[in-house]
C-alpha cells in the first residue's frame, strides 16, 4: 500500500499544484467561452453581410445581365445606323453627280439659248421691226395729216350746217311772202 499511499499523496500534491492551473483553466475557459459567444455572433453577423453581399451582387449582376443585353441592342442599332449613313452617302454622291451634270446641260442650253436669241433677233426679228416701224412710220404721218384733213371737214361741214339751216330760214320766210 505504500505505492498506493504514495500515489495519493503524490495526487494531493499534483491536485494542490494544479489548483491554480485549474482556476486558470477556468477562467481561461470563461474567456475562451465568452470569446467564442463572441466570435459567433461576429460570424452570425458576417454570415448576414455575406448572404446580403450575395444578393447585391446576384441583384448587379442581373442588371450586368441587361445593361449587356442594352449595349448589344444599342451595337445591332449602331451598325443599321452606320450601313443606313453609308447608303446616305452613296446617294448623296449619285446625286451631286447628277446635279454636276444637271448643271453642265443647263450651261449648255443657256449658251443655246444665248445663240439663238442673238441669230434669230438679228437676222429675223430686229429686220422685221425695222420694217414693220417704217411702215407705221409713214402710215402714222398720213394717217396725222388725214386726221387734220378731217378736222377742218368736220368744221366745214358744221359751218355748212349752219348756213343751210340760216338759207332754210331765208327760203322758208320768202315762201311764206310769195303770193
Excluded at 128 to 136: D, F, K, P, Q, S
Aim: negative net charge.
Amino acid at each position: 500500500m505504500v505505492d498506493k499511499e504514495m500515489l495519493a499523496a503524490m495526487e494531493g500534491l499534483l491536485d494542490r499544484k494544479l489548483e491554480p492551473v485549474n482556476g486558470k483553466l477556468d477562467r481561461l475557459e470563461i474567456f475562451v467561452d465568452e470569446r467564442m459567444t463572441g466570435l459567433e455572433a461576429s460570424v452570425s453577423r458576417l454570415d448576414e453581410r455575406m448572404s446580403s453581399l450575395e444578393a447585391s451582387v446576384s441583384r448587379l449582376d442581373e442588371r450586368m445581365s441587361s445593361l449587356e443585353a442594352s449595349v448589344s441592342r444599342l451595337d445591332e442599332r449602331m451598325s443599321s445606323l452606320e450601313a443606313s449613313v453609308s447608303r446616305l452617302d452613296e446617294r448623296t454622291s449619285n446625286l451631286e453627280a447628277s446635279v454636276k451634270e444637271i448643271e453642265n446641260r443647263t450651261l449648255e442650253l443657256e449658251l443655246d439659248v444665248k445663240e439663238i436669241k442673238v441669230k434669230y433677233l438679228e437676222n429675223n426679228i430686229l429686220p422685221r421691226l425695222n420694217t414693220i416701224e417704217a411702215y407705221y412710220t409713214g402710215t402714222l404721218k398720213m394717217y396725222r395729216n388725214k386726221a387734220e384733213l378731217i378736222d377742218k371737214m368736220g368744221m366745214d361741214v358744221s359751218n355748212l350746217n349752219i348756213t343751210v339751216e340760216n338759207h332754210s330760214k331765208v327760203l322758208r320766210t320768202v315762201a311764206a311772202m310769195a303770193p
